[in-house]
Every structure is written in structure tokens, then in C-alpha cells.
């Protein structure tokens, strides 16, 4: 083969790898341009207490809005992981209600006699910001997972 056509298949074989690589990283960079929600307690707390009635702030306080949202992700968690449920941690599924006897339950235990009204203001405040950071998905029809 002769040098001059051996530097050009070179120089062509080395700009279609440019090309793939190019096409590559622009796809991965187009894949990432949807931020991924990520949810700080911290923020959580903040955004809630924005959304209370100053009554509920004056009962609870931040420390009382924070063990609140502490224990309904606690509660999440152990629907999402089996292996939780299995060390005995008694969590039972559905519905806003069982989440509020859940946390006031916990909460109880440990000598934070919080209303349930309370704990649903909470709660409410939470889905404001899950809502906010975009960490919710369309609403499923109950007949669809069926």
C-alpha cells in the first residue's frame, strides 16, 4: 500500500473514532441534562415550616417538624426494604392514615405526643417539597395496578 494511502485510511480511521467518541459523549451529556431530585432532610424541615399554620410551628417547633419528617422517611424506607421489615420492624402499607399512626405510634414511644393533625400538616408540607424538587411521579389509577 502506498504511503500516501496508508496515511489517509489512518487519518479516516481517526476521525470516524473522533466522530463515535464525540457522538458518545454528547448522548451521555444529553442523558444527564434532567437533574435527578435529591432529598435533604434539611430542606425538607425548611420548606415544611414555610407552608404551617404558625399554631402547628408553636407546638412542634423545627426540632418537632424535623423528628416528624425523620420517621416518615423511616416509614418509606421500611416498605421499601423487606430486610427491615424483617428484623422486626412492624410497618404496615397504604394510605396517608397508616403513615400518620405510624410516626405518632414511634413518636409516642418516645415521649413526643404530637396530634395527628399535626403530623398530616407535616406530612402535607413534606409532599409540597417532594413536589417542588420534582421527586413525584404522575398519579397511578388504583384499577391499573391491578
Known amino acids: 500500500m502506498p504511503?500516501?494511502?496508508?496515511?489517509?485510511?489512518?487519518?479516516?480511521?481517526?476521525?470516524?473514532?473522533?466522530?463515535?467518541?464525540?457522538?458518545?459523549?454528547?448522548?451521555?451529556?444529553?442523558?444527564r441534562s434532567e437533574p435527578i431530585p435529591v432529598?435533604?432532610?434539611?430542606?425538607?424541615?425548611?420548606?415544611?415550616?414555610?407552608?404551617?399554620?404558625?399554631?402547628?410551628?408553636?407546638?412542634?417547633g423545627p426540632a418537632g417538624v424535623r423528628r416528624i419528617i425523620e420517621w416518615s422517611a423511616h416509614y418509606l424506607q421500611g416498605l421499601a426494604v423487606p430486610a427491615r421489615r424483617r428484623k422486626g420492624l412492624c410497618v404496615v402499607a397504604g394510605g396517608e392514615e397508616n403513615a400518620i399512626a405510624y410516626i405518632h405510634g414511634e413518636l409516642s414511644r418516645r415521649g413526643r405526643d404530637y396530634s395527628?393533625?399535626?403530623?398530616?400538616?407535616?406530612?402535607?408540607?413534606?409532599?409540597?417539597y417532594l413536589a417542588d424538587i420534582g421527586a413525584l411521579g404522575e398519579q397511578v389509577d388504583e384499577k391499573e395496578l391491578v
Open 3 to 31: 504511503p500516501g494511502v496508508a496515511a489517509a485510511l489512518g487519518a479516516l480511521l481517526f476521525v470516524l473514532i473522533l466522530a463515535a467518541l464525540t457522538a458518545a459523549v454528547m448522548e451521555a451529556r444529553g442523558r
Open 39 to 60: 432529598y435533604a432532610v434539611n430542606d425538607a424541615v425548611s420548606f415544611a415550616m414555610k407552608a404551617l399554620d404558625p399554631e402547628v410551628i408553636e407546638r412542634l
Open 116 to 128: 395527628p393533625a399535626d403530623i398530616a400538616a407535616v406530612l402535607a408540607g413534606e409532599a409540597g
